[in-house]
């Protein structure tokens, strides 16, 4: 029956346009107005997907694994770790080959195995470099701290009560420090993470 109403609308519409006798504009809304409309029900598949479409709807806004999470990066040199006794003739991992030259160990697995280097005449900044690129060091430092001293080491007073970096100073803290009110705790660690060291007690 709804096949046939529509036919016929369409022919009723078509003979009043032929005729000009209708508007076009009206006749199309009068076709549409008077078609029949059919309501069909919902199948298995429609009911499915509307019921995940609500149960998504309920659920909360997710929620990353890593949200809040610290991030917490890598030390941002070797150095930091602890003060390098750059007195010693090798670094860690490396022997004695002569003088001023060390040779690496079977244990070293670093970008420099292979060679004997020489260290004879080198600053403890080019050690530094060289312990970067060769992921070498040389041991720590092992001594009680003298704290005493306004300033660490490459790191001189600002005319106050601030200590700034000179330019030999190569670790990653840059800004003035007032150490007034440290403890040896935190200048301690303070040291670790900058990379700058007080001397050690006599």
Same mark, same amino acid.
């Given at each position: 029956?709804?096949?046939?109403?529509?036919? &016929?609308? +369409?022919?009723?519409?078509?003979?009043?346009?032929?005729?000009?006798?209708?508007? $076009?504009?009206?006749?199309?809304? =009068? %076709? +549409?107005?008077?078609? @029949?409309?059919?309501?069909?029900? #919902?199948? &298995?598949?429609?009911?499915?997907?509307?019921? %995940?479409?609500? &149960?998504?709807?309920?659920?909360? #806004?997710?929620?990353? #694994?890593?949200?809040?999470?610290?991030?917490?990066?890598?030390?941002?040199?070797?150095?930091?770790?602890?003060?390098?006794?750059?007195?010693?003739?090798? @670094?860690?991992? +490396?022997?004695?080959?002569?003088?001023?030259?060390?040779? $690496?160990?079977?244990?070293?697995?670093?970008?420099?195995?292979?060679?004997?280097?020489?260290?004879?005449?080198?600053?403890?900044?080019?050690?530094? *470099?060289?312990?970067?690129?060769?992921?070498?060091?040389?041991?720590?430092?092992?001594? *009680? *701290?003298?704290?005493?001293?306004?300033? $660490? =080491?490459?790191?001189?007073?600002?005319?106050?009560?601030?200590?700034? @970096?000179?330019?030999?100073?190569?670790?990653?803290?840059?800004?003035?420090?007032?150490?007034?009110?440290?403890? *040896?705790?935190?200048?301690?660690?303070?040291?670790?993470?900058?990379?700058?060291?007080? #001397?050690?007690?006599?």
């Amino acid at each position: 029956m709804s096949v046939k109403c529509v036919l &016929r609308c +369409f022919a009723v519409g078509s003979v009043s346009l032929a005729f000009g006798a209708v508007d $076009p504009l009206d006749a199309l809304v =009068g %076709i +549409f107005e008077h078609a @029949p409309v059919t309501l069909q029900a #919902p199948d &298995r598949t429609s009911q499915a997907a509307g019921a %995940i479409v609500q &149960r998504l709807g309920a659920q909360g #806004p997710g929620v990353s #694994p890593h949200a809040g999470a610290a991030l917490d990066p890598d030390s941002h040199h070797a150095r930091a770790a602890c003060d390098k006794d750059f007195s010693q003739q090798c @670094p860690l991992l +490396f022997s004695p080959a002569g003088v001023g030259k060390c040779a $690496p160990t079977a244990a070293y697995v670093g970008p420099c195995a292979g060679s004997v280097q020489s260290f004879d005449g080198l600053s403890s900044s080019a050690k530094e *470099r060289w312990s970067e690129l060769c992921v070498a060091h040389w041991p720590c430092v092992e001594c *009680r *701290r003298d704290f005493s001293s306004l300033c $660490p =080491g490459d790191w001189v007073s600002d005319g106050g009560t601030k200590c700034k @970096p000179t330019a030999s100073y190569i670790g990653p803290c840059t800004s003035a420090v007032n150490f007034a009110g440290f403890t *040896r705790g935190m200048m301690a660690e303070w040291s670790s993470t900058c990379g700058a060291y007080w #001397p050690c007690l006599a």
